[in-house]
């Protein structure tokens, strides 16, 4: 059994949502919790997706950049920087770092 850092809060209503979500095995995990740098613990049902962190090009970029920064991604099978958006709470756009292999967050803030 996995234990997880969330396990001892002093939140009991979050920390019976984290229990039960983080003692699953990772292939059985339907949602998990994100941290709001705002609003702290809530379901990922709380926000919404925005894509992985994709570098702007320079000023004038070519045909080319242009075309890879519209529509390419990394899509990595590991550690990821992502823009998630906290629709059912402050508004806010904030960025995370999460294993897209097991959906651990490994932190959230505000971007600079
Ligand atoms: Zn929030």
């Known amino acids: 059994m996995i234990l997880y850092r969330y396990q001892y809060s002093d939140e009991p209503v ?3 949502i984290k229990r ?4 699953q095995p990772p292939g ?3 949602s998990y919790v994100l941290t709001c740098p705002n609003c702290g ?3 990922v049902t709380d926000f919404s997706f925005g894509g ?3 570098p702007r090009p320079h000023e004038t970029p070519s045909p080319r950049e242009l075309g890879a920064y519209n529509y390419f991604r990394d899509n990595v099978a590991g550690v990821q920087r992502e823009w998630w ?3 059912s709470g402050c508004g806010e ?3 995370a770092e999460r294993d897209t292999r097991t ?4 932190l959230t803030e505000l971007p600079s």
Not at 20 to 23: C, D, I, K
Not at 103 to 106: D, F, I, Q, T, Y
């Open 20 to 23: 039960q979500e983080y003692l």
């Open 85 to 87: 958006f906290h629709r």
């Open 52 to 54: 992985e962190v994709n």
């Open 93 to 95: 756009w904030f960025l």
């Open 41 to 43: 613990p809530r379901e």
């Open 28 to 30: 059985d995990r339907v």
């Open 14 to 16: 979050l920390d019976a």
């Open 103 to 106: 959906n651990e967050v490994l």
